[in-house]
């Protein structure tokens, strides 16, 4: 099974982190439009838990973008 964006954005809309992650592309860096440390932290907690994997803290700073995300993900499913 492949991650699309479209299950990234279900679980940042979930964790309301952003009230409508359906405007923003795949390719937007999170940081830039107002999402802080504590929300990436808890974005990615969503993440580990939906999927049921474990991103080590050296790779979140990279994973900043939708598209940097679902790419990740696919690789470690």
């Known amino acids: 099974m492949q991650v699309t964006a479209e299950e990234i954005r279900k679980i940042i809309s979930s964790s309301k982190i952003i009230p409508d992650p359906s405007k923003i592309s795949d390719d937007t860096n999170l940081h830039e439009i107002g999402i ?42």
């Open 36 to 77: 802080d440390s504590l929300d990436i932290f808890t974005l990615y907690l969503k993440i580990e838990e939906h999927f049921n994997i474990k991103i080590p803290d050296d790779d979140v700073d990279r994973l900043t973008d939708i598209n940097l995300i679902v790419t990740y993900i696919n690789s470690k499913l």
